[in-house]
């Protein structure tokens, strides 16, 4: 388990009229539900919980949630972040209750590294993420905190498929499909106004 640890109190009020009080305070709703235990509406500091959530390692790890006023202990997983469409905040996060051994599901992100000195790349091609996160199946200790495609000697219109990508130990991919994560793109001929006048050409076409 990491060594975060987020401090809550339980909440009483429910419902978008109560959450919005509740952020104009300066708390953020949440919920903690799983493990066989009845459901807990929480309430954290807004501040606080936003920090975390700036780090790629809390939505990766088991923590532990201290609520103050409700006995047991709450060891949990970051399940779900919503967030206010306009202004990109945080509104509301679900945590579910987990054990060590516990094998879960949840998406994890993609990171293309070695890009920088590939061949491709070098050419003047550009790495085209196709797959920003991966669904993987590990055990809720061993939850990657992002999935690795190495670049390394990646041509020009080089394809990443989901079968060529090694995955921690213990992570599965669960796949029917031998998907693309990336490919190794050409740059795009001409620019400018040009570009955007065939783009509007092409549309008036097809309407």
């Given at each position: ?9 339980l ?18 709703p ?124 990646l ?10 990508v ?42």
């Amino acid at each position: 388990m990491s060594d975060f640890i987020v401090e809550a109190e339980l909440r009483e009020e429910t419902g978008r009229g109560a959450t919005r009080r509740l952020r104009r305070t300066g708390k953020m709703p949440g919920i903690i539900y799983g493990g066989g235990k009845p459901d807990l509406a929480i309430t954290m500091d807004y501040n606080t919980v936003s920090k975390l959530l700036n780090q790629e390692a809390f939505h990766a790890s088991m923590f532990e949630v201290k609520v103050k006023g409700s006995r047991g202990k709450n060891t949990v997983l970051l399940k779900d972040a919503q967030y206010d469409p306009l202004m990109d905040t945080a509104t509301h996060l679900d945590f579910m209750r987990v054990s060590a051994s516990d094998s879960i599901t949840m998406e994890v992100p993609v990171l293309a590294i070695n890009f920088e000195t590939c061949p491709g790349v070098a050419q003047g091609g550009m790495v085209a993420l196709i797959r920003h996160a991966l669904e993987v199946t590990c055990r809720a200790d061993s939850i990657p905190e992002h999935i690795e495609v190495d670049c390394t000697g990646l041509e020009m219109n080089s394809t990443v498929h989901i079968e060529d990508v090694t995955l921690p130990d213990g992570v599965e991919v669960l796949h029917d499909v031998n998907f693309t994560i990336l490919n190794i793109s050409p740059p795009k001929a001409g620019g400018g106004d040009a570009d955007e006048a065939e783009t509007e050409e092409e549309v008036t076409e097809v309407e």
